[in-house]
């Protein structure tokens, strides 16, 4: 299995900073690389696919870069709706696997 | 719109079985993959399996291998979980998801719906 590794697990951050969580694949997978949102007892919310393709709907605050095994999901200018779990996921291969998450957490 | 409406929640005992539903709206139930994610309390998220509605061809995650059974009901365009011999690591938030973008042409790819989740605890 493909393991997804995510820093940090928790980030401290204030509204309008810029913020950057990585993720690493224990193996390359390609630009097959999707990042979610999550808030508590919610379905995470797809943002990024192919490493850097926004999902329709979502703010361009947001973007994605990488390739191989080491991404980053960057948010610029941070919002208060934006406080919340990011998580990576890999579809090179089966399983799928997701990385442990990021809590983004108000300085 | 794409929806996915899952089953409540449910209790169960240990070595007992649970039988969660997803049924889906707003698209052709045949045409994407369905997902099966579980969440454990205040852990990431997990992948167990997927099911082709169109000939209910099934992928499971070697870790639940032999306890879970994905099927689906084209007439309702629902898709069934089935997780057996639950334990209490069981307990958890399980989803169901879709993924309707035309680059996934096969259950490789990244859920971009998901239903709301459902509750299962597993207790003596």
């Known amino acids: 299995d493909i393991q997804m590794t995510q820093s940090p697990s928790t980030l401290s951050a204030s509204v309008g900073d810029r913020v950057t969580i990585t993720c690493r694949a224990s193996q390359s997978v390609s630009s097959w690389l999707a990042w979610y949102q999550q808030k508590p007892g919610k379905a995470p919310k797809l943002l990024i696919y192919?490493?850097?393709s926004l999902e329709g709907g979502v703010p361009s605050r947001f973007s994605g870069s990488g390739s191989g095994t080491d991404f980053s999901l960057t948010i610029s200018g941070l919002q208060p709706d934006d406080f919340a779990t990011y998580y990576c996921?890999?579809?090179?291969?089966?399983?799928?696997?997701f990385g442990g998450g990021t809590k983004v957490e108000i300085k | 719109q794409v929806q996915l409406v899952q089953s409540g929640a449910e209790v169960k005992k240990p070595g007992a079985s649970v039988k969660v539903s997803c049924k889906t709206s707003g698209y052709t139930f045949t045409n994407y993959y369905l997902h099966w994610v579980r969440q454990t309390s205040g852990q990431g998220l997990e992948w167990m399996g997927t099911?082709?509605?169109?000939?209910?061809?099934?992928k499971y995650a070697q870790e639940f291998q032999g306890r879970v059974t994905m099927t689906r009901d084209t007439s309702t365009s629902t898709v069934y979980m089935e997780l057996s011999s639950l334990r209490s690591e069981d307990t958890a938030l399980y989803f169901c998801?879709?993924?309707?973008?035309?680059?996934?042409?096969?259950?490789?790819?990244?859920?971009?719906?998901w239903g709301q989740g459902t509750l299962v605890t597993v207790s003596s």
């Open positions: 996921q890999q579809y090179r291969i089966y399983p799928l696997t």
């Open positions: 998801a879709t993924q309707t973008s035309p680059y996934c042409t096969d259950g490789v790819c990244f859920p971009d719906y």
């Open positions: 192919d490493a850097n």
């Open positions: 099911i082709d509605p169109r000939g209910g061809v099934t």
